[in-house]
């Protein structure tokens, strides 16, 4: 295994809810200098002058605790230095942003996700590398924020999003069940769920997306425990997705569930938006999905006891990690570049930083900010996986491109048009273009 994979699965084991993107140093990789990263005095500009800050975040991110208004008002007024915030259509995101990058229309700030920033922005060419912001020292897990070996974002929390299956605890309760350790386990609760009438599992397949919950952790957990150097030889063009006989076996898994009468009988039509509403009615008991939908269902009926365990694709299997999101990137070409920066750092205060995490439930990912009381699903996650390191950072986070042929592949086998290793084959030869498109080495 490289140090990039090394330094990946390290940091997912070794900090409490937190990922490593982190990848070995590039020696052309130039640390900007932060002789105006600071700045002094309450004028962002120097002159005294107001200076007008753009921050470039999606339509859906709306509730981004960093566009909070108030946090934007003091801002203003402590530093003279506006944000303007522009709201980019969700579904264009990231087209509109390569556009700006390309053609020079900068924003001082981006709102994004480091996973993609690396496939989607060219990370390296566009964005500052934030090592010596004074921020940085404070920080108990940099990996998080991290690619090629350096800091390129800004988040006050080092949380993740963790990925398995998203079950009812009283129905599992009711029931007498126990949570499953293997698919021939997890298949018996199927049945036993069946049978009292509630559907097992809710599969909302219109949003492709939704269907690769099962294959990422399973593919990733495979390769943790059987062959640590698998994504490398992926990405090198040593190996094929077909090539692996168990990922065509986790793909038929998640097609059996279905199958089998498990699931929902209008997969391909309903989506992840009618997920809440079957927790709250209770007309299903589990979903493959991540611990967001657990947090989605508390904010409707704080007294749903939801909970979530690894996907049971083998025996013993880990809980997936998926990449943090919604980090904050500073462009190379931002026009007000010092200003930027005294954003993030005003963020990073120790009295906002604490603001931001006591308010949003956060695992602070600063040493002086502490972290607050987590609700019962996620002091379980970090008691039951991440503590005693049974944890894997999902396959998603190895990608090095656009993952979205691979989920209409996935939609394909469950509207009978492909087998699972029909998907495999098909996912190699688009895989290999998008990888040659890239220019990536040995495509």
């Known amino acids: 295994m490289n140090d990039k994979m090394k330094k990946m699965a390290t940091g997912i084991l070794a900090s409490v809810m937190a990922v490593s993107l ?57 530093h003279n230095i506006k944000v303007n915030l522009q709201l980019l259509p969700a579904e264009q995101t990231a087209t509109v942003l390569q556009t700006k990058l ?13 996973a993609s920033a690396v496939t989607d922005l060219n990370l390296e060419r566009n964005f500052e590398i934030l090592d010596n912001e004074p921020w940085v020292a404070r920080l108990l897990n940099k990996d998080v924020l991290s690619a090629e070996g350096h800091v390129y974002s800004f988040h006050v929390s080092q949380d993740t999003g963790m990925q398995g299956v998203v079950y009812n605890k009283d129905i599992f ?34 949003d492709a997306w939704a269907a690769n919950i099962w294959p990422a952790a399973a593919f990733a957990d495979y390769a943790a425990k059987n062959e640590p150097a698998l994504f490398d030889d ?3 063009n040593r190996k094929k997705w077909a090539d692996i006989p168990e990922f065509a076996t986790f793909l038929q898994q998640q097609y059996d569930v279905y199958k089998k009468g498990y699931t929902n009988a209008d997969i ?15 007309e299903v008991a589990m979903m493959f999905m991540g611990d967001w939908l657990i947090e989605n269902v508390s904010e409707k009926d704080p007294n749903m006891h939801l909970g ?10 880990s809980l997936g990690a998926s990449p943090l999101g919604g980090q904050l990137f500073v462009p190379k070409k931002a026009k007000h570049l010092a200003e930027a920066k005294k954003f993030l750092e005003f963020i990073a ?37 991440i503590t005693p390191k049974k944890t894997v950072l999902t396959t998603d986070a190895y990608m090095l491109v656009d993952r979205s042929e691979l989920y209409r592949l996935l939609q394909d086998e469950f509207a009978g048009g492909l087998d699972p290793q029909g998907v495999l084959k098909a996912w190699d030869e688009k895989f290999n273009q998008l990888m040659k498109d890239k220019g990536v080495a040995g495509f």
């Not at 390309?102 to 480091?114: F, G, H, K, S």
């Not at 949570?179 to 386990?185: A, M, R, S, Y």
């Not at 391909?268 to 209770?282: I, T």
């Open 234 to 236: 992926i990405n090198a």
């Open 268 to 282: 391909l039509s309903d989506s992840y938006d009618m997920a809440v509403g079957k927790f709250l009615n209770k």
């Open 22 to 78: 982190a990848a070995c140093g590039s020696e052309n990789a130039n640390t900007p200098s932060n002789s105006n990263a600071s700045g002094s005095g309450n004028s962002g500009s120097g002159s005294g002058e107001k200076v007008t800050i753009e921050l470039a975040i999606s339509k859906s991110s709306q509730d981004s605790a960093f566009i909070a208004q108030d946090l934007l008002d003091e801002f203003e007024q402590k």
């Open 349 to 385: 205060t120790k009295e906002i930083a604490q603001k931001i995490v006591d308010n949003q439930g956060y695992v602070s990912n600063f040493n002086d900010v502490n972290t607050p009381e987590l609700p019962e699903y996620k002091q379980e996650i970090v008691d039951q996986y």
């Open 308 to 317: 979530l365990f690894a996907i049971p694709s083998a025996e013993g299997a």
């Open 173 to 206: 309760k009711e029931l007498g069940l126990e949570i499953p350790n293997n698919f021939e386990e997890f298949l018996a609760v199927c049945e036993k769920i069946k049978a009292s009438g509630i559907t097992p599992v809710f599969m909302p397949f219109k």
């Open 102 to 114: 390309a053609v020079d229309e900068t924003p001082d700030i981006i709102q994004y996700n480091l």
